[in-house]
């Protein structure tokens, strides 16, 4: 074959290879899209972004987080089917069921926030759930973008209950039940970054919006350092929950630290991984993204969905602040298990931390603009 010959081979591949990439317009003649399936989810993130998410990194994003993991993890490899499907939406589907598990207290909060979407957008109650979580933790600086396939079918049975473990478990079992649901104990530990803009609304008596570190509104390993300080103090438990902490140094700031949280920051198979987390946001990011596309198709097969990960908004930035001791702790109160070399750190100057409540910085949860409407809703 002469050269010209192989040039017009080539150029007719091009030919091809553009059309097979060629973009679809979508019917709300806003956006394109590589597959028309995925065009209700463009639409379907402006509108979780205006009406629910408020393009901030708040309580509804926190919320639909959390309740990607709890739909998911519904799901047993031992039990099999009829124990609960997975990332189907049956957390939604079979509401009434589900929210009678203990580890569900407070989520019935994060369904009401999206439910009704399902009523305007032609989507499963379980792409529903992870996309949400997906597009959610957009607004909060440093997460990763996370991927999004289409294509769960609705769950057709409950969870069956005690499949969610609960912070007071102890840590081995936590291991057992996570890696009959498919997850190994380090995955765990990258999972749990997602307490880095965490909350308890429910654990601690009389208070909500109770923050797991002291950048709540910042994906960021400040979480994983002060996990692993010592203190000396809890804040009050609600009725039967005094086992889902242990003493914190950051208590009198209004900070809590699960047990189950430190239980894995020191275990054996568990306290290296936790620890190279610290001051390392790329590995952050990276081990996050990749469990959580596990998370993301408990369940399913992932061989029969369709990649729309092009819908996912793109994250707001980390801050790029390197992480430190908050002020009035330091490198004396570490709590170390594994021999590897610990970064070293700078101490916030000043002071006791301040941890704020809003987004935008202010100390009282009262003041938060989102939440003056959720408060409302809630109490009234």
Same mark, same amino acid.
């Given at each position: 074959?002469?050269?010209?010959?192989?040039?017009?081979?080539?150029?007719?591949?091009?030919?091809?290879?553009?059309?097979?990439?060629?973009?679809?317009?979508?019917?709300?003649?806003?956006?394109?899209?590589?597959?028309?399936a995925c065009c209700?989810?463009?639409?379907?993130?402006?509108?979780?972004?205006?009406?629910?998410?408020?393009?901030?990194?708040?309580?509804?994003?926190?919320?639909?987080?959390?309740?990607?993991?709890?739909?998911?993890?519904?799901?047993?490899?031992?039990?099999?089917?009829?124990?609960?499907?997975?990332?189907?939406?049956?957390?939604?589907?079979?509401?009434?069921?589900?929210?009678?598990?203990?580890?569900?207290?407070?989520?019935?909060?994060?369904?009401?926030?999206?439910?009704?979407?399902?009523?305007?957008?032609?989507?499963?109650?379980?792409?529903?759930?992870?996309? @949400? $979580?997906?597009? !959610?933790?957009?607004?909060? =600086?440093g997460y990763p973008?996370? #991927?999004? +396939?289409?294509?769960?079918?609705?769950?057709?049975? @409950? $969870?069956?209950? !005690?499949?969610?473990?609960? =912070?007071?478990?102890?840590?081995? #079992?936590? +291991?057992?039940?996570?890696?009959?649901?498919?997850? @190994?104990?380090?995955?765990?530990?990258?999972?749990?970054?997602?307490?880095?803009?965490?909350?308890?609304?429910?654990?601690?008596?009389?208070?909500?919006?109770?923050?797991?570190?002291?950048?709540?509104?910042?994906?960021?390993?400040?979480?994983?350092?002060?996990?692993?300080?010592?203190?000396?103090?809890?804040?009050?438990?609600?009725?039967?929950?005094?086992?889902?902490?242990?003493?914190?140094?950051?208590?009198?700031?209004?900070?809590?630290?699960?047990?189950?949280?430190?239980?894995?920051?020191?275990?054996?198979?568990?306290?290296?991984?936790?620890?190279?987390?610290?001051?390392?946001?790329?590995?952050?990011?990276?081990?996050?993204?990749?469990?959580?596309?596990?998370?993301?198709?408990?369940?399913?097969?992932?061989?029969?969905?369709?990649?729309?990960?092009?819908?996912?908004?793109?994250?707001?930035?980390?801050?790029?602040?390197?992480?430190?001791?908050?002020?009035?702790?330091?490198?004396?109160?570490?709590?170390l298990v594994c021999?590897?070399?610990?970064?070293?750190?700078?101490?916030?100057?000043?002071?006791?931390?301040?941890?704020?409540?809003?987004?935008?910085?202010?100390?009282?949860?009262?003041?938060?603009?989102?939440?003056?409407?959720?408060?409302?809703?809630?109490?009234?």
């Amino acid at each position: 074959m002469g050269f010209k010959g192989l040039l017009n081979i080539l150029a007719i591949a091009g030919v091809i290879s553009a059309a097979n990439y060629k973009r679809v317009a979508c019917p709300d003649g806003v956006h394109t899209a590589t597959n028309d399936a995925c065009c209700v989810f463009f639409s379907l993130a402006d509108e979780l972004q205006s009406s629910v998410f408020k393009n901030i990194c708040f309580e509804e994003a926190h919320h639909a987080l959390r309740l990607s993991f709890q739909d998911a993890i519904g799901f047993s490899l031992q039990d099999g089917p009829t124990s609960g499907g997975g990332a189907d939406g049956s957390i939604i589907i079979f509401e009434n069921t589900e929210l009678k598990d203990p580890a569900n207290s407070g989520i019935d909060v994060a369904i009401n926030d999206i439910a009704f979407l399902l009523q305007n957008f032609d989507v499963t109650a379980g792409d529903l759930i992870q996309f @949400a $979580a997906a597009v !959610g933790i957009t607004n909060c =600086p440093g997460y990763p973008r996370l #991927e999004f +396939f289409a294509g769960r079918p609705n769950g057709t049975v @409950a $969870a069956k209950s !005690g499949l969610i473990p609960l =912070p007071q478990d102890d840590v081995d #079992e936590i +291991f057992v039940r996570m890696q009959d649901a498919g997850f @190994a104990p380090t995955e765990l530990a990258s999972l749990l970054a997602a307490h880095s803009t965490g909350h308890s609304n429910t654990l601690i008596d009389n208070r909500i919006q109770v923050p797991f570190d002291t950048t709540p509104f910042t994906f960021d390993s400040q979480f994983y350092l002060e996990v692993l300080l010592k203190g000396n103090e809890t804040l009050p438990p609600s009725s039967g929950e005094a086992g889902a902490q242990v003493p914190n140094a950051l208590a009198a700031q209004g900070e809590m630290r699960l047990q189950s949280d430190f239980a894995v920051s020191i275990h054996p198979q568990t306290a290296c991984a936790w620890q190279s987390f610290v001051n390392n946001q790329e590995l952050m990011q990276s081990e996050f993204a990749a469990v959580m596309a596990k998370v993301a198709v408990v369940g399913q097969d992932k061989s029969s969905m369709i990649d729309c990960s092009e819908a996912v908004p793109m994250p707001v930035p980390p801050v790029n602040k390197a992480t430190s001791f908050p002020a009035g702790t330091g490198p004396e109160i570490l709590q170390l298990v594994c021999n590897s070399p610990f970064p070293s750190l700078t101490t916030d100057p000043g002071q006791p931390t301040t941890i704020p409540e809003c987004p935008d910085g202010d100390t009282n949860v009262n003041d938060c603009p989102p939440m003056k409407k959720r408060l409302k809703r809630r109490f009234n």
